[in-house]
């Protein structure tokens, strides 16, 4: 958006961040000063201007070529891109009551976004014609690969379907929409309703980092002074493999699998089974006799059968491996005492023990040498050696946690490149497990 635009803007459009120039290091975004409700009003101007842009591509009158349209297209839509990338990284990362809510609103109207967009036939012939004539269009690599996988990508989208199908895909599409946003909200839902509290004696074997953080966690949740459990991956794990009490490690693992499917309000079979049955009447309104099969057909296995193929040549050997490792964990509990069959909150932890005996290795013994900021230093040298990179702490870029680290990153020459934000820690309001976007 250009200075001269932005002064032309109603005064709610300029109060709101997401939608006037950012005066900030490197015009990265303010996040302390962006609010839930500005979201809708940004993606709503965001919307109109890239239809807008689609528009003028679509009803160009000069002859369609690459830079008319496919590079056109690839430049459109920049308001949306930010705005959603604002979004999504805050639904992710740091959520809220109210942005979650808000992420149903947008699911559903991003979905009746680009609905009209991807299946619109005139821009698709556009696509098409550029496609098939594309060996005669004299093209770099990058060209001709940015030309495939746009026509692909309006292809499967259902470009190409006719009339009543496009609407039934249309209504496909939004319902999907709202169920997978629906999915990761119950996820994230069970994984914040639930908790385990350990007293004293609940945390034999556990090491002293993991207890602080239990009492973070804790803390989080205006808990202070005790120490809790929650069912993160970075506790899940952890714990499964230390805790000497089995009865926790039942109660915990249980949990876990369980999430989404505890017949509360966060359950999440119903949703799972209509997912299913969109997947399978979308795929067969391409042409696909299964969603597997379209699924696959835009990756390296192409196949359902090349992937059942795969799969049932590793499960023999995997299985005999497995099982004899079965035996092993089995044969240390008996060694020590224990009466009961080993069950699946069993494995990490005997898993553990049985690869101290067997290797004489513990994993404390080089823990010191595995802090964060280590970690952190060895995956830039890497980058550094591979691809001449080099990475600069910034402390003056706004972030959406506290928790949050910047780094600058140059290339051989030390021109800027990009910015890395690194956010490490589990917490309640961010999505489980290890992830990047």
């Known amino acids: ?10 005064a709610s459009a300029q109060a709101n961040p997401l939608l006037r120039p950012w005066q900030t290091p490197l015009e990265t975004p303010p996040f302390a000063e962006i609010a839930p409700e500005q979201f809708l009003p940004a993606f709503e101007q965001a919307f109109v201007d890239h239809a807008a842009e689609v528009a003028a591509i679509t009803h160009d ?16 839509g920049k308001l949306l891109s930010k705005v959603s990338a604002v979004f999504y990284a805050l639904v992710s990362a740091h959520s809220n009551p109210a942005l979650l809510e808000i992420d149903k609103e947008v699911s559903l109207r991003m979905a009746r976004h680009w609905n ?22 004299d093209l770099t690599g990058e060209q001709m690969r940015l030309l495939e996988r746009t026509y692909t990508r309006f292809h499967r989208a259902g470009a190409g379907l006719d009339e009543t199908a496009k609407l039934r895909m249309a209504e496909i599409n939004e319902r999907l929409a709202h169920l997978g946003t629906t999915f990761g909200h119950h996820l994230l839902g069970d994984e914040q309703d639930w908790f385990m509290e350990l007293g004293e004696a609940d945390r034999e074997g556990l090491s002293d980092s993991f207890v602080a953080a239990a009492r973070a966690a ?15 991956r970075s506790f ?60 696959l ?5 192409k196949t ?27 044969g240390l509990i008996v060694k020590e005492g224990g009466n009961f069959a080993l069950a699946p909150w069993d494995w990490r932890y005997y898993a553990e023990k049985l690869r101290q005996i067997r290797a004489n290795f513990d994993d404390s013994a080089i823990k010191p040498y595995l802090s964060l900021d280590h970690m ?8 550094t050696r591979l691809f001449g990179l080099s990475f600069a702490e910034r402390k003056d870029i706004p972030v959406w946690h506290p928790d949050v680290r910047v780094w600058e990153v140059r290339d051989r020459t030390g021109a800027h490149k990009a910015l890395f934000y690194g956010d490490y820690f589990a917490r309640s309001s961010k999505r489980s497990g290890a992830w990047m976007t």
């Open 61 to 76: 009158p000069a002859q369609a070529d690459f830079d008319n349209t496919i590079t056109a297209l690839e430049r459109s």
């Open 297 to 301: 057909e835009d990756s390296m296995a």
């Open 376 to 383: 952190i230093e060895a995956a830039f040298d890497c980058a």
């Open 116 to 137: 009209p967009i991807m299946m619109n036939a005139v821009l698709f012939g556009r696509i098409a014609q550029l496609h098939e004539n594309r060996a005669a269009l």
């Open 218 to 232: 804790a803390e989080e949740r205006g808990l202070a002074g005790k120490a809790i459990v929650t069912l993160s």
């Open 304 to 330: 359902p059968q090349a992937v059942r193929g795969l799969l049932e040549r590793v499960w023999k050997p995997a299985r005999e491996r497995t099982l004899r490792d079965r035996d092993a964990l089995q």
């Open 236 to 295: 899940v794990e952890p714990f499964l493999k230390t805790s000497s009490r089995r009865d926790l490690r039942e109660k915990l693992y249980k949990a876990f699998i369980a999430r989404g499917d505890n017949g509360n309000a966060n359950d999440n079979n119903a949703t799972i089974v209509e997912i299913l049955a969109l997947r399978e009447e979308s795929a067969r309104l391409l042409g696909y006799p299964t969603f597997a099969a379209y699924r």
């Open 1 to 10: 958006m250009s200075e001269a635009q932005d002064q032309n803007q109603p």
